[in-house]
């Protein structure tokens, strides 16, 4: 049975594993997608992820959703704290 992995940058969440997290589809809503597009920013990763376009596979895990679940309130993914740790201009401030 096929499970999901977190698609956020830096983030090995596994619903496997993780059985308590909650593991989220791009909504199909265009403005609630840019939004999630725009936190979940994969620009900073180099290679095949710098042009991200998620599919129905693609899923982010309730980690990244303040109170740790998306809601009715709760719409957009805010949380990532590896967020630059890979970019380069990160790298240059070590």
Same mark, same amino acid.
Request: charged share 20%; glycine share 8%.
């Given at each position: 049975m096929p499970g999901f992995t977190?698609?956020?940058?830096?983030?090995?969440?596994?619903? +496997? !594993?993780?059985?308590?997290? /909650? @593991?989220?589809?791009f909504p199909k809503d265009e403005e609630l997608r840019r939004l999630w597009l725009k936190n979940v920013s994969r620009a900073g990763v180099s290679g095949c992820f710098s042009t991200f376009q998620p599919t129905t596979g +693609? !899923?982010?895990?309730?980690? /990244? @959703?303040?109170?740790?679940?998306?809601?009715?309130?709760?719409?957009v993914p805010t949380i990532f704290p590896l967020r630059g740790v890979n970019e380069p201009e990160a790298r240059g401030k070590l």
């Open positions: 977190c698609c956020v940058p830096g983030c090995y969440n596994n619903s +496997h !594993r993780d059985k308590a997290l /909650h @593991f989220y589809t +693609h !899923r982010v895990c309730s980690e /990244h @959703f303040q109170g740790g679940r998306k809601s009715y309130l709760v719409r």
